[in-house]
Structure formats: structure tokens, C-alpha cells
């Protein structure tokens, strides 16, 4: 059988953590910055964990 392969677009957009859940990072911080508050700039820094409905596609796309 061959080897499984990682979707090398989501291998650069998600980690996943000692635990098992998969890391990502906010969207809506790469341009028209000016009209957004500088609270909301700084809450986009921080990742997150992808939503439970979204694991069975990102488990199968990062098998390793």
C-alpha cells in the first residue's frame, strides 16, 4: 500500500498540538488595516483551535 500523502497547503496553515486538536491561524489581518481597531489587530495575532466540524477534513488532509 503507498504511502499517504500531507496536503502541503494545509501542512503551512495548520499544526496540530500534543493533544491531537489542530492549530490555525485568524484571517482578516493582511490588508485595509486602517479601518479596524487596534484591539481587533491585536486579537487576529493569537491562533486558535479549528472548529470541531472542520477536524475529519483536516485529519485527512495532515495524516502525520
Do not use: C, E, W
Not at 503551512?12 to 500534543?18: N, P, Q, Y
Not at 488595516?33 to 479549528?50: D, E, M, V, Y
Amino acid at each position: 500500500m503507498p504511502k499517504m500523502k500531507t496536503n502541503r497547503a494545509a501542512a503551512k496553515r495548520f499544526k496540530k498540538t500534543g493533544t491531537g486538536k489542530i492549530k490555525r491561524f485568524k484571517a482578516y489581518k493582511s490588508h485595509i488595516l486602517t479601518k479596524k481597531t487596534r484591539k481587533r489587530k491585536r486579537n487576529l495575532r493569537q491562533s486558535t483551535i479549528a472548529s470541531v466540524s472542520d477536524m475529519n477534513r483536516l485529519s485527512i488532509m495532515l495524516p502525520y
